[in-house]
């Protein structure tokens, strides 16, 4: 089993490292700058640099990857271009590379054939391929209920439903397209407690919550469900969210949209409870690290 990533790693970055090395010598830099733009030692450098090192030459060949390398070399030695700058457009050729039939993608079927024999419908090396779209929203859910599991206040904003992080896929339709935890985050003795790894289609409420949202235009793919208390709305307030109050009691779906329809910039949505109705505050964001991060705030 090798991952396309292993083939970045062991045979794109070694090359492109030692032909912008090489290239940033030829501009007449000397080893000790091009070690700390590269973020490389200088024994690498010279190893670069004087062609020790295995390259790929198909890399090496690619039009691409050349143009790039002498674009990047030339702002580098000028100061034109930072090396965080170079960083990137590297990860967006790199990205580009990967797309089904690229060099990239070539390599890494080379590498493990039995890819160029799956299932036609199904690209591997498709950035937006439903799989990669599902696993970009598991591991941001993820990273996001890890910053809750850390957060030492959090157990106090968990209400007596329990809480539940939930974020979803960019077309999100339904609860299917929205992932969560199974069974909400409860607070067991004073610990955050995420009773299993999040899955797509595991809770219709807050899921439901952000649907309606999105389905009045606002911008948010992730949302959470917090026990409701003036101050902690205003301190939401306070961080530059909008607020905007919704009647639970009614057609939730009905209710959130109307809400948003009404103040479309809103980012955090109430309802202060009613009979047999607990009152909560949900915050909305872009994604569940932000949303993770501005409840881990009010803690």
């Known amino acids: 089993m090798q991952f396309v990533e292993e083939i970045v790693v062991d045979e794109f970055l070694p090359t492109v490292r030692s032909m912008l090395a090489a290239a940033l010598r030829e501009r007449g830099l000397t080893q000790s700058e091009v070690a700390e733009m590269l973020g490389i030692s200088q024994s ?14 198909r890399v ?3 039009e691409r990857v050349e143009a790039l390398v002498e674009e990047l070399a030339d702002g580098l030695a000028a100061g034109d271009v930072t090396p965080v700058r170079a960083l990137i457009e590297i990860e967006i050729l790199i990205r580009e590379l990967e797309g089904g039939g690229d060099l990239l993608a070539q390599l890494h079927e080379e590498a493990v054939p039995q890819l ?12 937006e391929n439903e799989l990669r779209t599902s696993e970009r929203v598991l591991s941001s859910l993820r990273r996001g209920l890890r910053i ?7 157990t106090t904003l ?16 339904d609860v299917d397209d929205v992932a969560g935890v199974p069974g909400r985050i ?3 003795k004073g610990q955050t407690t995420v009773p299993a790894s999040p899955e797509f289609g595991v809770s219709e409420h807050v899921a439901t919550v952000l649907l309606a949202a999105r389905s009045r235009g606002a911008e948010v793919s992730a949302a959470i469900n917090v026990t409701y208390d003036r101050e902690l709305l205003g301190a ?7 607020a905007a109050e919704f009647d639970e009691s009614e057609d939730i779906a009905s209710s959130v949209a109307v809400a948003i329809g009404d ?16 009152p909560l505050i949900y915050v909305l964001g872009s994604d569940a690290e932000s949303v993770a991060d501005d409840v881990r705030s009010l803690s």
């Open 236 to 242: 939401l307030e306070e961080r530059g969210h909008v």
């Open 116 to 127: 160029a024999e799956h299932d036609s419908s199904f690209r591997v090396h498709d950035p």
């Open 148 to 154: 809750l599991e850390n957060a030492s206040g959090f």
């Open 44 to 57: 690498a450098v010279s190893k670069y640099a004087h062609g020790d090192v295995t390259t790929n030459d």
């Open 60 to 62: 090496v060949s690619d």
């Open 186 to 188: 409860f607070d067991v």
């Open 158 to 173: 968990i209400p007596a439903v329990g809480s539940n992080l939930v974020a979803c896929t960019p077309g999100a339709e």
């Open 263 to 278: 103040e479309p910039d809103a980012t955090v949505l109430y309802q202060t409870g009613g009979m047999g109705i607990e």
